[in-house]
């Protein structure tokens, strides 16, 4: 019984699909419409049909009744679903008897957790007693008023936004400067969003990297050589009190970039240079959209290939050559990857290629240079600050990679420059030690965030680089 849902009268279902919010969308969408043709109906009464009669086209004072339509509905659509939930849990919580409401803080959640996953017919943690059957429904019963009054609310918002923006049209309104107004804040809003999402992930791994540093001097991670994380969980335990050097994961890093960008960087700068300068448009045509697949393939696909064939392979290849070669290997992740970033640089590439002008060859054909003489000394010297930047964020997109070296180059943190050897990154690292139940309160669990920081000071100085090369050093051409 408790894993069938609470309500099954078709009455309240019927009740409960009139007044689901995507019901409530699509009735807004549709007085959005009629809003629209009222606004721009109304502009050509007043205008007694005649547009140069009006300041600024019909359609410009339909989407000024559709904005005040929508803007006051959408808003408190949006603070209604922010608030809903808490305020009926209060008032659910406020209603138990009182044995259950003196419940111990987590008790009482795990309580409220099962009164949501009865009201929604899933599977809850305990039996179900008569309390907590009444508090489901009462909770039931509160979701439905208040999508009920959020459905009337809404409408009637967006009808008197409607009459109002309707009487407020006349030959002078400016609704061309009102509509565009609210665009640009649209614009305005939309890239704030993006800003302060970036701040709030900095200033969030910031801050836990700052406790991890409370307990770990910083110079003992940025100039450790050993990374052990594992600490004692009790004073009396006997157990490693852990060692949190960052070289051999930087260094793991590094070297698996540096081999996947010797595989990226010529074969995709070749693929680039022949789709561009060689191949038949046919020949493009089927040639471009081939190799950026390889752009859409999951990264765990090519983790089960570097760990399955690739790995193998080079494992089995040392071995008749007499040379010690681990499973795992820095070697292996790295030409994976490489294979991984080839689509990568190639776009970038070819799209700065394609970007030098058609006059540069042709002058360089009418003094005589020949095909690979033009692309060697005319449109390559003019497209290398674009190749160079293109290059630096394809060894950002290395350094971030994680599935490929969790499957192919293990998790051993080795300080080696040899990429026969198993060597682990940065991100990897993160992962291992974030997986499982953590409590943020251990330098072993903080670690991630100080590499996090680290990581992300990389790429972000990594990114500078590529950019300014490619400001600075961006020929003009007219």
């Known amino acids: 019984m408790a894993g069938l849902p609470l309500f099954k009268h078709p009455l309240k279902d019927i009740n409960r699909l009139i007044m689901h919010p995507s019901t409530l969308f699509f009735t807004l969408a549709i007085l959005c419409a009629f809003s629209f043709w009222i606004g721009k109906r109304r502009a050509l009464t007043i205008a007694d049909g005649q547009i140069r009669n009006l300041h600024s086209l019909p359609g410009y004072y339909g989407y000024y009744a559709t904005l005040w339509c929508a803007i006051p509905a959408l808003t408190l659509l949006a603070l209604w679903t922010g608030f809903e939930s808490n305020i009926i849990t209060a008032l659910v919580i406020r209603g138990l008897p009182a044995e259950l409401q003196h419940l111990p803080a987590d008790h009482l959640n795990l309580m409220v957790n099962d009164i949501r996953n009865l ?14 059957r009444a508090a489901a429904d009462h909770y039931q019963n509160l979701r ?32 061309r400067n009102g509509v565009e107004r609210a665009i640009m804040l649209f614009l305005i809003g939309s890239s704030s969003i993006a800003i302060f999402t970036t ?8 801050f836990e990297a700052i406790r991890f540093f409370q307990a770990v001097p910083v110079g003992d991670f940025l100039f450790g ?25 930087f260094a793991g890093t590094l070297l698996i970039s540096f081999i996947a960008m010797l595989v990226a960087a010529p074969v995709g700068l070749m693929a680039a240079i022949y789709l561009s300068e060689y191949a038949s448009k ?34 089995d290849s040392g071995s008749l050559l007499g040379l010690d070669v681990s499973s795992e290997s ?25 970007a030098v002008p058609q006059a540069m060859r042709d002058g360089s054909y009418g003094l005589g240079a020949t095909r690979s003489e033009t692309i060697c000394q005319v449109i390559i010297p003019a497209a290398l600050p674009g190749i160079v930047g293109g290059l630096l964020l394809a060894v950002s997109r290395a350094i971030g990679e994680t599935m490929i070296v969790v499957m192919a180059a293990g998790l051993s943190a080795n300080l080696t420059a040899n990429p026969l050897q198993a060597v682990t990154t940065v991100t990897v690292q993160m992962v291992t030690l974030l997986v499982g139940d953590q409590e943020f309160d251990s330098p072993k669990t903080l670690a991630a965030f100080a590499l996090g920081l680290m990581l992300f000071a990389t790429t972000l100085i990594l990114n500078m680089v590529a950019l300014y090369v490619v400001r600075k050093y961006r020929e003009q051409y007219e």
């Open 282 to 315: 046919k020949m493009r045509s089927i040639t471009k959209p081939l190799l950026e697949i390889l752009a859409g393939i999951p990264t765990v696909v090519y983790g089960f290939f570097a760990a399955l064939v690739v790995a193998p392979f080079i494992r």
């Open 330 to 354: 820095a070697l292996a992740a790295g030409l994976v990857m490489g294979v991984m970033i080839i689509p990568f640089v190639s776009s970038l590439s070819d799209d700065v290629i394609n």
């Open 144 to 175: 439905q008023i208040s999508q009920a009054a959020l459905a009337v609310v809404a409408l009637t918002l967006s009808i008197l936004g409607t009459l109002l923006a309707c009487r407020r049209i006349h030959k002078a309104q400016r609704a």
């Open 225 to 249: 050589l050993k990374w052990s994380p594992q600490m004692a969980i009790r004073e009396d335990q006997v157990g490693s009190s852990g060692a949190f050097g960052a070289i051999p994961l």
């Open 119 to 132: 009201v929604s017919g899933n599977i809850v943690s305990g039996e179900i007693d008569p309390a907590m």
């Open 199 to 206: 701040i709030g992930i900095v200033l969030s791994v910031l």
